[in-house]
């Protein structure tokens, strides 16, 4: 028998914008694979305007995977309407507490599952501390409460690591907390390090981690790593605001926005990740390592991913380890080889479609059994 899944995300999912929208993307055509019906709805949460101009593009893009994208005039009428034909509503939202009363109303027998994404109070405490921000702790204990609670209402919560899955528990211990990570694809033979140049980040910079990790890069990295490597550009490609706009110099390229990052990883001699707080795990690191191209990064930036130093990519934990480490991998090719060998190995065997699906179905299996 055919199961009914509604997912109900901030805004209509657009991939090349952000790894939120990836991951949703390929879950819900997993679940349609594994021969469920599934329905998108938007909260119509915008970011950024791009969503809003792009909404009909991402809606005939998720059509197109079989994925049912019906225009409401609101989320309440439709739940009003429909509620009791799903058997699993999936809520991609922080902040939708306020739904799930209405939910439960709506839809008595549907299975309420909460994905996290990432602990957002997480980040937002750690943020807190690098900036030494009361106001940022403040926001950060205000967004744990509503997250907390959305945990304890729901009938299962997603993480992305087993070190939020403890974390979660212990904060919430009658929870049902699984992990279900992200996916990522290898390239084949990917191009080897001859004719490579450049350092290249990658990310959505409404996303304030990579904004503040960017900044990071330009004011604390970058002044004695150009020294180290004359004519090496730093490349900044995703989703620009302003203040990335305005580190702009004749060796910071702020590409912004592009259709395919294929061709930059292509091309990069290196991927950093210089983030100073964050949460869950950053798709910016498993995707470069899938491309094949080795990656330096600070320990933030590498949780969730299983990499060990030195053996799939380089962790340095101070701005001056980090230029000695870029430094020494941009240099070193024996070590750029066996890094982008390693990489893309470790990818393959924990984020690969086929493990995430496989993990997917083990939840919807244990969730169809109660």
């Known amino acids: 028998m055919s199961r009914n899944i509604l997912v109900i995300t901030h805004t209509y999912p657009i991939p090349d914008l952000d790894g939120a929208s990836v991951r949703i993307v390929r879950l819900m055509q997993m679940m349609h694979e594994l021969g469920c019906e599934v329905t998108n709805l938007s ?82 405490y750690r943020a807190a501390r690098v900036r030494r921000s009361e106001a940022l702790a403040k926001q950060a204990r205000d967004v744990q409460a509503s997250q907390l609670r959305m945990v304890a209402s729901a009938d299962y919560s997603l993480v992305v690591t087993a070190e939020e899955q403890r974390l979660l528990q212990q904060l919430s211990p009658s929870a049902r907390v699984r992990v279900l990570s992200n996916v990522h694809t290898v390239t084949p033979q990917p191009p080897g390090p001859e004719g490579r140049a450049h350092l290249l980040f990658v990310g959505n910079f409404v996303h304030i981690p990579n904004r503040d990790g960017v900044q990071h890069f330009v004011a604390d990295i970058w002044p004695r790593l150009r020294q180290e490597l004359s004519g090496v550009r730093f490349q900044i490609v995703g989703l620009p605001v302003p203040e990335i706009e305005a580190l702009a110099a004749a060796d910071v390229e702020v590409v912004g926005h592009v259709p395919s990052v294929e061709p930059y990883y292509h091309s990069c001699r290196l991927a950093v990740a210089p983030l100073r707080f964050g949460a869950g795990i950053k798709g910016k690191v498993l995707e470069a390592m899938g491309f094949g191209v080795p990656v330096v990064m600070t320990p933030v930036a590498a949780e969730g991913t299983n990499a060990v130093d030195g053996v799939h990519a380089l962790i340095a934990a101070t701005p001056g380890d980090f230029v000695e480490r870029a430094a020494e991998l941009y240099r070193n090719e024996q070590l750029w080889r066996q890094l982008s060998t390693q990489g893309q190995a470790l990818v393959e065997s924990g984020f690969s479609y086929e493990a995430i699906k496989a993990q997917l179905a083990a939840l919807l299996a244990e969730v169809w059994a109660r």
């Not at 593009?57 to 009791?84: D, K, M, Q, W």
């Open 43 to 124: 909260a119509g949460r915008v970011f950024h305007p791009v969503y809003t101009e792009r909404a009909e593009e991402a809606r005939a893009f998720l059509a197109g995977r079989g994925i049912n994208v019906p225009v409401v005039r609101s989320i309440s009428t439709y739940l009003n309407t429909y509620g009791p034909h799903f058997d699993l509503i999936l809520l991609g939202v922080v902040g939708g507490e306020e739904w799930l009363a209405e939910i439960r109303r709506a839809a008595p027998h549907a299975v309420i599952v909460f994905d996290t994404i990432e602990l957002t109070f997480l980040s937002m």
